[in-house]
């Protein structure tokens, strides 16, 4: 009982982590509400497109941190800490999806956020197999060239891990333990649901033929 009531507050605090929004912020910083502005999305895609690249990779790389700060916070306090049996994948997964949750839906911005895909990566990055990284790069970047659909590529990126996991957990090359293993396929899965229905606009443009393609150096935008 103790342990579920761990995970629920590595949930919570993942949230309050989840709703530092850095394009938010960064907007703010800047004289704009960025919710205004482009597509409106609070994430690192539009902070780019309406604040310049360096702004957009400042989100994007502060949207990792918040990440890793909420998932190594609660993993030295619980586990070497408190000296819970809560293995690092578990506590990770917990907290991480804690965050893409409070990243999504931000209680103070009437629960309209980003779409949690570089939060999403960060807690795949996060189980610390390099394999699922590369190929999780790979993807990203390759699809997002040759299409120019930031989209597609995120929502490929996610798809492509829940599946890299999947298989590495049942080979044996990315170990969970027994007891929560249901609970870390679970999470997985419903971090990749929820990244593919936060893109539900941009999956019905794409189907439609209407999703504008994004180019850097034309500074084209995607909606």
Known sequence: MIERT???ICL???YLFGCIQTAYIVGRIKGIDIR????????ATNTLRVL????GIFTAVMDIVKVFAAEFLMYYIISPGLGFPIDRITLFLYTGIGVVLGHDFPFYLNFK?????AATAAVLISLWDWKMIVIGVVVFFSIAAFTGYISLASMSLVTVELIIFIIFTQNGLIVLTDKWNS???IIIIVMTLLC???HRENIARLVNGTENKFKFHKGNKEK
Do not use: E, R
């Open 6 to 8: 761990i995970c629920v």
């Open 12 to 14: 919570g605090v993942g």
């Open 36 to 43: 205004k502005k482009g597509s409106g999305n609070l994430g």
């Open 52 to 55: 310049g690249t360096f702004w």
């Open 113 to 117: 956020g980003g779409k949690g895909v």
């Open 183 to 185: 609970d870390c396929y």
């Open 196 to 198: 593919i229905f936060q």
